[in-house]
């Protein structure tokens, strides 16, 4: 059975208090990583007893802003090391895209597969050389987090981060929608509208 959610600092304190009424949830609280939560993130993923796939799991997850369905269907041919791209397919009718790879992302790419046992065509497998699967990778993260003493954290967190961050990087509300394969931009425009790069001199 997995582990009691872990005590530790909630990413979701206090954003939206006293919000009511028909605000959606993601204007409620903070559903997404800092920069800094997400390196702690990752180093703490390293700890475990596979901590080279784990570590590269959640990497990917927040670089591609990955469901946990399309991170555990990721397959090895789509991965083209040489021009250091990656083929997302995108589930639940999204736009799939192929996405660079950027260099630390590649290294660690490349030790994973140094390791990785099994000849089955998914990237990430288990112990035992089976895919992972959806409950596995919560586990997963809900162990790295409590390492990591982060609360409130699950697999679309990471997701959610990569939008955050590339709102916050000032990118337009139509490149995020595409590299995250959403069809209709209501979904992407949540990122752009509470992303605090917005808001940034307002007050020189």
């Known amino acids: 059975m997995p582990a009691a959610a872990p005590k530790g600092r909630s990413i979701k304190s206090g954003w939206g208090q006293g ?19 997400l390196a702690v993130l990752l180093e703490a993923a390293k700890g475990g007893r596979h901590g080279t796939r784990d570590h590269l799991l959640l990497l990917m997850m927040f670089r591609h802003g990955l469901r946990v369905s399309e991170a555990v269907s990721l397959r090895l041919d789509e991965l083209d090391l040489d021009r250091s791209t990656l083929w997302v397919h995108r589930l639940k009718g999204g736009l799939s ?56 954290v699950h697999p679309h967190t990471l997701r959610h981060s990569c939008g955050y961050y ?18 209709d931009p209501k979904h992407t425009v949540h990122y752009t509208r509470t992303a605090g790069r917005r808001f940034e001199g307002l007050w020189r």
Do not use: C
Request: a positive charge; charged letters at 25%.
């Open 19 to 37: 919000t009511t009424g028909a605000t959606d949830g993601h204007e409620r609280a903070k559903d997404f990583l800092t920069a800094a939560e």
């Open 97 to 152: 895209v192929q996405q660079p790879v950027a260099g630390d992302e590649l290294r660690a790419i490349r030790r994973y597969l140094a390791v990785r046992q099994g000849d089955l065509p998914w990237l990430f497998l288990s112990e035992r050389g089976h895919p992972l699967t959806r409950q596995a990778v919560s586990y997963l993260v809900e162990v790295a987090s409590g390492r990591a003493g982060l609360a409130g």
């Open 166 to 183: 590339l709102a916050n990087k000032g990118h337009d509300l139509r490149l995020i929608q595409d590299y995250l394969g959403h069809r």
